[in-house]
């Protein structure tokens, strides 16, 4: 399995760190410092959907190829406006599509298991073309008036086109039920017999919990990823991880002994989108040409679950 497109999309309306501080007890310097984030994209009056759409005819066009192509369809996402029909089938109708498809919630690690899930269906001689595609809006989970979570996050989609091939070289992925760490409650209509009080409850995150199980989850993971194929991390070209915070991503850099150069990061004005981070920042390395044919690249994600993943591939 290779990919041969990618594309994103993001909302027009950006918030800075400053816009934030006008109405939180919290300023552009700490959220940088502690985080890494600058501003963010955020969805206002445009629709997931939409977004989605529009990274995936991206992917689709820098793959050469039309959705009458596809054989499949996976979509990553967390929270959309609807509890039903699945985003994928949105997707499908919104680009012209007619292939099967399917949604999964891996939180941040989403693109990297709809890769071995993809990596399954060529193995098994089932598809040709498939499309993933990653959209996300964690700025509607998040309370707006708690500057522990809303100041991290930030929203879009990532698409990625795959095709036959032997490129992806290694996958490996975790999980470990730690519930308490990262979570959110939905309201669910009452019956007749649910006799507990219930309340929808936004985002909720042990922050330093989050943080240690990301820099430890995303260190064996891309070891175990390496070791399976016997390739080194300095002969890693590229390490994309997940864009939650820079701090996280400088340990696990320093975990690895790996030069600053080799980690791009777009965090700086895009906060945390969860599972879009991974193939956003892919979409924009691509298209800024910072790839060479043949370069090795190390993606990795972690996130609520506790769920994570890494993956080895050649550009
Ligand atoms: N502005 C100002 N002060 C703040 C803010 C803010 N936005 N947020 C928290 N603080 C305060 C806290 O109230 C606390 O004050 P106190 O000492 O008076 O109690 C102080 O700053 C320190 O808070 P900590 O939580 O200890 O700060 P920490 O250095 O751990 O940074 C952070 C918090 C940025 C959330 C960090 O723990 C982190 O990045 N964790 C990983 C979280 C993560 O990646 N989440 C993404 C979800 S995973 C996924 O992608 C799905």
């Given at each position: 399995m290779n990919i041969i497109g990618t594309g994103s999309a993001l909302p027009k309306k950006i918030v800075t760190n400053g816009?934030?501080?006008?109405?939180?007890?919290?300023?552009?310097?700490?959220?940088?410092?502690?985080?890494?984030?600058?501003?963010r994209h955020v969805i206002s009056d445009e629709k997931l959907e939409d977004l989605a759409i529009k990274a995936a005819l991206k992917a689709l066009d820098d793959a050469s190829i039309s959705a009458a192509d596809?054989?499949?369809?996976?979509?990553?996402?967390?929270?959309?406006?609807?509890?039903?029909?699945?985003?994928?089938?949105?997707i499908q109708g919104g680009i012209g599509a007619a292939c099967p498809c399917m949604d999964i919630n891996c939180a941040c690690a989403g693109f990297i298991h709809a890769l071995e899930i993809a990596e399954s269906f060529y193995k098994a001689g089932r598809v040709n073309k498939v499309l993933i595609v990653c959209a996300e809006e964690p700025t509607r989970m998040t309370d707006w008036n708690d500057r522990s979570t809303c100041v991290l996050f930030g929203d879009g989609a990532g698409a990625a086109v795959l095709g036959p091939g032997e490129n992806i070289r290694s996958i490996k992925l975790s999980a470990s039920s730690a519930t308490d760490k990262l979570w959110q409650y939905r309201l669910l209509h009452p019956t007749p017999y649910i006799t507990k009080e219930e309340c929808d409850v936004p985002l909720q995150m042990k922050g330093q919990d989050v943080f240690k199980f990301a820099v430890k989850a995303a260190s064996g993971d891309i070891s175990r990823t390496l070791a399976e194929v016997s390739v080194d991390p300095d002969q890693v070209d590229h390490y994309l991880v997940h864009q939650a915070n820079t701090r996280i991503?400088?340990?696990?850099?320093?975990?690895?002994?790996?030069?600053?150069?080799?980690?791009?990061?777009?965090?700086?004005?895009?906060?945390?989108?969860?599972?879009?981070?991974?193939?956003?920042?892919?979409?924009?390395?691509?298209?800024?040409?910072?790839?060479?044919?043949?370069?090795?690249?190390?993606?990795?994600?972690?996130?609520?679950?506790?769920?994570?993943?890494?993956?080895l591939f050649k550009w």
């Open positions: 816009m934030l501080s006008e109405f939180l007890d919290t300023s552009d310097e700490w959220i940088t410092t502690r985080t890494g984030v600058k501003s596809l054989d499949f369809i996976i979509c990553s996402n967390v929270v959309n406006e609807y509890v039903t029909p699945q985003l994928s089938c949105i991503i400088t340990a696990i850099r320093n975990y690895l002994h790996q030069p600053d150069e080799k980690f791009p990061v777009n965090i700086t004005d895009h906060g945390n989108s969860s599972s879009s981070s991974c193939p956003i920042l892919l979409d924009e390395c691509s298209r800024a040409g910072r790839f060479n044919e043949g370069d090795l690249i190390v993606m990795s994600a972690f996130g609520a679950g506790f769920v994570s993943g890494a993956v």
